[in-house]
């Protein structure tokens, strides 16, 4: 596959872009359901909530907490998770932004 050129699209596509790649598995979304459930900090529910190796999990919280999705803060050799609620903001904006361009009452000449 060769490089995205990036450069091409705005910073708001290329953010929605990296959005929805790492929401793009089924356990990053159970991830954050369960966060948005619990609506508390957690650690290793996950493991018994999701049915996963914690090399599994671990590798799905890098990938949310790289574009702070999730935050986390380190007590000792455990690292608490929670939904960033600032960025979660962001998230839902840029996602509405583009929900919002179409309007299905103007859709009916479409193919």
């Known amino acids: 596959m060769g490089i995205t050129q990036t450069h091409l699209f705005t910073d708001a596509q290329n953010e929605l872009a990296n959005v929805a790649k790492a929401l793009a598995h089924p356990a990053r979304i159970a991830i ?3 966060l948005i459930k619990t609506n508390t900090c957690i650690n ?9 190796a914690q090399a599994t999990i671990s590798q799905h919280l890098r990938e949310l907490k790289e574009i702070d999705i999730i935050q986390g803060t380190i007590e000792g050799t455990k690292v608490n998770y929670c939904i960033n609620p600032e ?11 583009l929900f919002d361009q179409f309007n299905s009452n103007n859709s009916s000449t479409c193919c």
Do not use: A, P, T
Not at 45 to 51: I, S
Not at 89 to 95: A, Q, R, T, V, Y
């Open 32 to 34: 954050i359901q369960y």
């Open 44 to 52: 290793g529910d996950l493991v018994q909530e999701l049915g996963l």
């Open 87 to 97: 960025k979660w903001n962001s998230i839902k904006s840029l996602f509405l932004g």
